[in-house]
């Protein structure tokens, strides 16, 4: 596979670009693009030839789970098999932001996604890049670290090209991401979980989630 690399304002990325990227995501590729919590690749969550190449080109074990990015919290009633009180807080507060969600998935997710969890990790992104691909797409798209799994977060496009050449099909370089990355917090149980601390700290998520009925 010959990877393609395409320069773009991540602020306001070009028709040609958003729908280069459209195409091959279509096509069941893997782009590689910027985001607030540093560069990630995307693919068709539902296709999964596609779902195949994301564990591929990462060296990713299958029973690790995909995260999905969504355009906002109505898509994720569409994925999620129940939505919380907890999650509206959650997304009200950090959304769109670095803060992945974890929920029971919906029947509709492929269960390779879930890597055979049967839960889905979510999140909408503060990227204009991101945005333009969901809106043109109209659906979630798979969204993990673009690096080779145990390896560094690329932290530039050209790191990404370098690192990931001949992995997947694009990469939209948007210059450097400076973001700590997104936090992941699973409210799947009874009491929340913290699984990876990023840009949101434990402590703003559990001011978030204070109150009697939680």
């Given amino acids: 596979m010959a990877t393609d690399l ?3 304002d991540p ?3 070009s028709e040609e670009a958003v ?3 459209a195409s091959a995501i279509r096509r069941g590729a893997v782009v590689a693009i ?5 560069y990630t690749l995307v693919a068709d969550p539902y296709n999964l030839r596609a779902v195949s190449m994301v564990f591929h ?3 990713r074990e299958s029973q690790r789970s995909l995260p999905l990015l969504v355009r906002d919290s109505l898509m994720v009633e569409e994925l999620a098999r129940d939505i919380s009180p907890r999650f509206k807080m959650l997304a009200r507060k950090f959304w769109p932001g670095p803060l992945t969600i974890i929920l029971p998935a919906a029947s509709k997710i492929p269960l390779k996604v879930t890597g055979n969890t049967g839960r889905l990790a979510v999140r909408q992104a503060r990227s204009a890049v991101a945005d ?3 809106n043109r797409l109209n659906q979630p798209l798979i969204s993990t670290s673009a690096n080779i799994s145990g390896m560094p977060t690329c932290r530039t496009g050209i790191e990404v090209f370098g ?3 001949g992995r997947v099909d694009l990469v939209l370089d948007g210059g450097p991401c400076e973001g700590m990355g997104s936090s992941t917090v699973d409210i799947t149980e009874p009491e929340w979980r913290l699984i990876k601390e990023g840009a949101v700290t434990a402590q703003e998520i559990a001011a ?3 109150g009697p009925e939680i």
């Fill in 163 to 165: 690192t990931m050449d």
């Fill in 6 to 8: 395409l320069e773009i």
């Fill in 208 to 210: 978030c989630l204070e």
């Fill in 57 to 59: 080109a990462k060296g």
């Fill in 34 to 38: 910027p985001t607030d919590a540093l």
């Fill in 11 to 13: 602020e306001n990325p």
């Fill in 19 to 21: 729908s280069r990227a």
């Fill in 132 to 134: 333009a691909l969901l």
